[in-house]
């Protein structure tokens, strides 16, 4: 995926209706409004010269970047991954932009994806009572499967919503998280695979509240939270984003469901979610190093091997 087309589908979520509290690109005064709520979520902005749009009746304006650090990402540290990749194209931004006729038909698969992931999450909702949704950017391992089967313990049905864009680098690769979580489909009778286009901040606790958010504009009535969810080189501590989504839960009609993660109880001898038995020799999984693993075309002893062998061969390929 081209670097900039992060823009184009940031573009097509806001004209889908993905967002509660914005209809397009912000300005200045609006940006003012995100700082003091942190249930907004993830402001959308448009720095200048994207190529798929039109910036001729546009308004420009300025955003502080340490100001904009300390309230959305809570940190002085402007070398962080999410202020870099916030403002890798400069510190000017704009709004009343329109889309390039070029750009319209890639515009409208990006349009269709949250439309028809809409469609399909309102069918499931008519079949199971009390279905769960999850977000996940890793290629699951033993650990997540911990969590899949604390779900569907309480839930119906699971739905696995990864965000399909662009990812750090050493992320794993969207074609990997798709080969993995359809396995993970055919593994469990009552799980589904139903991924979005949309963009990573890497904003820890306040991205937790924006994929809160975008959930409860899909349709679900209930979304996992998890240890360290949307965090990154360990900014966050790891139970921050679940203490967020809680203080700010009268905000959604969505429910949150929250857990301190799948890890491998050495007393049970096996995989559990931390806290739920008694004991307290666990060992945590680490998703990092799960992908040191594949990438080194190794087998990880915390993962499933049949779902690694179908990865390496097509990482081979």
């Known amino acids: 995926m081209i670097d900039k087309e992060e823009y184009l589908i940031s573009y097509a979520n806001l004209k889908s209706n993905l967002f509660k509290h914005q209809k397009d690109f912000i300005n200045d005064k609006k940006l003012k409004t995100f700082y003091k709520n942190p249930f907004f979520g993830m ?14 009746k546009s308004k420009f304006f300025k955003i502080n970047q340490l100001e904009f650090s300390k309230n959305i990402f809570h940190t002085n540290n402007l070398e962080y991954i999410g202020n870099k990749k916030f403002f890798r194209y400069g510190n000017i931004f704009a709004t009343n932009v329109t889309l390039k006729k070029e750009y319209k ?6 349009l269709n994806n949250i439309l028809n992931s809409k469609k399909k999450i309102k069918s499931l909702n008519k079949i199971y009572k009390n279905v769960c949704s999850m977000q996940i950017r890793n290629v699951p391992h033993f650990g997540h499967e911990a969590v899949f089967k604390y779900l569907l313990s309480k839930f119906d049905f699971l739905i696995l919503n990864p965000i399909f864009g662009l990812k750090k680098k050493n992320d794993f690769k969207d074609i990997f998280i798709s080969k993995s979580l359809k396995f ?4 469990y009778k009552k799980i589904k695979f139903i991924p979005i286009y949309s963009n990573f901040y890497y904003g820890g606790p306040r991205e937790a509240l924006h994929h809160l958010s975008i959930r409860e504009k899909l349709g679900f009535n209930f979304f996992y939270i998890g240890r360290d969810h949307a965090g990154a080189e360990n ?3 790891p139970f921050q984003a679940i ?3 809680l203080k700010y839960s009268k905000k959604f009609k969505i429910k949150q469901v929250t857990a301190k993660g799948g890890c491998f ?17 666990y060992t945590d999984i680490s998703g990092t190093e799960f992908r040191k693993y594949l990438f080194s075309n190794e087998f990880y002893h915390h993962a499933d091997k049949s779902m690694q062998k179908l990865l390496l061969n097509k990482k081979n390929d």
């Open 243 to 245: 203490n967020k989504s």
């Open 105 to 110: 038909r890639k515009f409208q698969y990006y």
């Open 43 to 56: 402001p959308q902005c448009l720095p200048i010269n994207i190529k798929y749009f039109n910036y001729s």
């Open 265 to 281: 109880c050495e007393t049970c001898k096996k995989y559990v979610i931390k806290g739920i038995c008694r004991h307290k020799a």
């Open 235 to 237: 900014m966050y501590s």
């Open 184 to 187: 993970i489909e055919k593994k």
